[in-house]
């Protein structure tokens, strides 16, 4: 036989139990386990959701290398003509 423990809720905590029973005959017991169970598949969804977003963001800020990749090789990045001649002196 299983355990089986009391618990001590207050009353307004035992009338919101009460109006969650989908059958006149459900226990709270069965109440608790239901809101157990949502809660639980609750998590799952939200951590599904945010790898999915992390894996969007993931390949949108792989693009966005890509693209400078692509743009640092075609220009010119020396500025010598830019930055007056003071500032540069011992930088190679």
């Given amino acids: 036989m299983e355990n089986i423990s009391s618990i001590q809720i207050?009353?307004?905590v035992k009338r919101a139990l009460e109006r969650l029973k989908e059958k006149p005959n459900e226990s709270y017991e069965e109440v608790?386990?239901?809101i157990?169970?949502?809660?639980?598949m609750k998590k799952r969804k939200q951590r599904e959701l945010l790898i999915e977003?992390?894996?969007?963001?993931?390949e949108e800020s792989l693009r966005i290398t890509r693209e400078w990749e692509d743009t640092d090789a075609t220009l010119d990045w020396e500025c010598k003509d830019?930055?007056?001649?003071?500032?540069?002196k011992g930088i190679k």
């Fill in 32 to 34: 608790i386990i239901k």
């Fill in 53 to 58: 977003s992390y894996k969007e963001m993931a």
């Fill in 82 to 88: 830019l930055i007056p001649e003071k500032y540069l």
């Fill in 36 to 40: 157990l169970r949502d809660n639980e």
């Fill in 10 to 12: 207050r009353e307004n």
